[in-house]
C-alpha cells in the first residue's frame, strides 16, 4: 500500500486498504477512512496550504484521493459570511455563515463528497457511477461525471422538486423515479448495489464520499484564521456532515494546525423528519427511524446512515439539536434573505430557524463565536415558496402611472 | 407462515451460498432464532449480546422496514418477502 490513507472499521477497528467496500466484511459495521498523520504533518501547514488554488484540494493531504485521480474543478472554498445583520436578529454579537449555496459547480455541499467520490470511482474502474438521492447529491453526481467521462445513474423519489430533476438530466444522467421516499430509494440502491458492479457514491464508495464533507471544517478553521469557532450548528439529514466536521476539527487540532478547544455542535431538522433530533432531545440511546412529512427535502431521510454517530457526537460535545416546523423553514429562509442576502435553499431555513431556536434557549450564546452551514441554494426549491409573496399588477408604461402606484403602495421596510 | 428471505451477497458465506431461503415463521424473533439455529456464523452478524437486532442491520418486510409494521410483534402474513439490508443505517432495535 502506498496511500497513507485506507478504509477502518469504525466498530471492530479492523483495517482493510482501500478499496470499494460498503462495510467492514468482518463485522458488517461502517467503515472510516483513517489517515497517517505523521505522513500528512509533513506538508499541511497553513503556510502551505495559503499558497494553493481556493478549492478543497488545497486540503488533499486530508482527502483520501491521489493527486492524478482529481478533477481539476475548483469545487469548494466558499465564502465564511461574517453575518451581524442575522446575528443582530438572532441575537449573536459573532456569528458567520458558511455559504454553500455558491458551491461549484451545482450550488450545494454535495459537490465537496462527490469531488472525493468520484475521483475514487475512477481509481477503482468503475465505468458507472450511482446514487440514491434526496436531489443535490443527483445534481453533484450528474454534473462531475461529466467530467470524469463516467456514466451517472441517479435514483430518487418520483416527488422531487422539479428544479432538482431538471438540474439531473441536463447533464445527460440516466434519472430513476422511485415510487417511495428517500428510504426506499435507499434500500434498493444497497440492493442494486450488491448485484452490479457500479460505484454507489452512497453505498460502495460512502466512507470516500463522506469524506469530502471534511472540507466544510478545514475551510471553517482557515478562514476564521486557523481557529475553531465555539458553536456550529449543521442540517442533518443522514447525519454525517456534521460528525465530518467534528473529525475535520479534530484532525486540524490533532495536526498542531489550530488550538485545540472544546466545540460545541448543534444539530438540525425539520420536525417532519427528525429521528436525530428527537433522539438528542428525548435522550434515546438509538435512532428511531421516521416517515418524513416536510417541505425540506434535501433533509428527509428517515432513516439517517449516521444517525448513530451524529447523536453521540453531538452529546458528547455538549451541544444539542433542534427541529423546525415548515412555517418556520420559510421563515427562516425568509430571514437569512433579508439580512445577508443569501437565499438557501429548504435544508437552510431549517438551519437558521433552528439556530433562532437554540438562541432563544440560551443553549447557543451571544458572545461566543457560532458558525451556521447553509447547505443549498435557494432556486431549487422555489417551491416551497409559493405564495408567500403575493403578485402585483402590472402598471402601464408611463411616468404618471408610476407616480399614481407609487401613491397607492406602502414600502415594506425589512431588517432591524 | 411461509415466508421466504432474501440474504445479501455479504452474507452468503454463512448460509453456503444460498441467497433465498423459506422459511416457516410468524415473528421476526422467530425468523432470526431459526436462521441463527440454521447458520451459526450468522448469529453476531444479526443480534447483539442484549438479544436486540445489531444496531447496522436493517430488515425490511416487502418493501417496508419492519420497524414501521410494528418490529417484533409483526406477524408475517403467507408469502411475506424479508431482505437483510447490512450496513446502510444505523438503525435501531426493533
Redesign the interface.
Known sequence: MTEHYQLRCR?CSRAWGNAPL????D????LEVVYELDVVRRSFTPERIAQRPANIWRYAELLPVAPEDRSALPVGFTPLVESSRLGARLGSHSLYVKNDAVCFPTLSFKDRVVAVALAQARAFGFEVVACSSTGNLANAVAAQAVIHGLNAWIFVPADLEAAKVLGTTVYGARLVPIA?NY??V??LC??IA??HRWGFVN?NLRPYYAEGSKTVGFEIAEQLGWRLPDNVVVPMA?GSLITKIHKAFAELAALGVVEPRPVKFFGAQASGCSPISTAVKQNQE????Q?PVTIARSLAIG???????ALRMIRSSGGWAEDASDPEIVAGIRTLAETEGIFTETAGGVTVATAQELFRQGRLRPDETTVLCITGNGLKTTDALAGEFAASPAIEPRLAAFEAYLGEVTVPVQGD | MKITVRIPTAFRRFTGNADTLDCSVDTLPELLGQLEVRYPGLQPHLRDATGQVRPFLNIYVNEEDIRFLGGNNYRFHEGDEVTLVPSIAGGSPV
Do not use: L, T, W
Not at chain 1, 438509538?286 to 427511524?289: A, G, L, N, S, Y
Not at chain 1, 432513516?303 to 454517530?309: E, L, R, V
Open positions: 466498530e460498503a462495510s467492514c466484511e463485522c458488517f459495521s461502517p417511495g428510504d426506499h435507499n434500500r444497497a440492493q450488491d448485484r453505498v443522514g438509538r435512532i428511531q427511524p416517515k432513516n439517517p446512515a449516521d444517525g448513530y454517530y
